[in-house]
Structures are given as C-alpha cells and as structure tokens.
C-alpha cells in the first residue's frame, strides 16, 4: 500500500514549462512502476506517462511524447514529471498512481490511490 501526494502545479504561458512531483510513503516503492494521469474539464482522466520500477523503462501518451519526460528517485520515494513546451490543451488535473504491473497501472489505475491531485493550467 501506499499513498501519493502531488504538487508542483500552476499557471503557465504556452511554450512554458513545469516539473510534477509525486511524493510516495510506504516502504516498498521501489517495487512498483509509477504512472501520470490527467483530468481536464469535462474530459475523462487519461493517461500520460508511466516508468516502470527501476526507471529503464517509459512509456508516454502520444499527445506529450518528446514534450514531456518521466523519471523518478527511489531513494527519495519521488516521481517526477517534466513538462515542456507545453500548451492550452495540457490545462487539467494530474495525478499520480502506482501498481506493480505496469500494464496495469496504464490501463486500470487504482481507485484507492489517487491523491488530491495538482492543477496545471496554460494559458494562450
């Protein structure tokens, strides 16, 4: 079990850039693949990126692949998400969830594991 809590949102100009972190507590966060999701108004939550648990491996969106990069500190329990270039249609909620299958974390995140969630919006 463990549970997440983002930060690192805000209000940005298109072409600007943020980095996301998902901070992680549980002893065994190493052992799972961790994931980025978004939700914009209106719109269902969708996946964006995913690493698995040793960080060799990433997975991305089509909408934000070169744009966006996913990494993560097993020592620090941290995943993070660097956005750049980013655009109107990146403005939503995002999450971060964890499973130790990443397939599954990609296709059906845990319910139990959202946390609060971190508003990015940019603007035109």
């Known amino acids: 079990q463990v549970q997440l809590v983002e930060s690192g949102g805000g209000l940005v100009q298109a072409g600007g850039s943020l980095r996301l972190s998902c901070a992680a507590s549980?002893?065994?966060?190493?052992?799972?693949?961790m994931g980025w999701f978004r939700q914009a108004p209106g719109k269902e939550r969708e996946f964006v990126a995913a690493i698995n648990w040793s960080g060799d491996s990433t997975y991305y969106a089509d909408s934000v692949k070169g744009r966006f990069t996913i990494s993560r500190d097993n020592a620090k329990m941290t995943v993070y998400l660097q956005m750049n270039s980013l655009k109107p249609e990146d403005t939503a909620v995002y999450y971060c969830n964890a499973d130790h299958l990443l397939t599954r974390l990609k296709a059906h995140p845990r319910q139990d594991y959202w946390g609060q969630g971190t508003q990015v919006t940019v603007s035109s």
């Open positions: 549980g002893r065994t966060f190493s052992s799972y693949a």
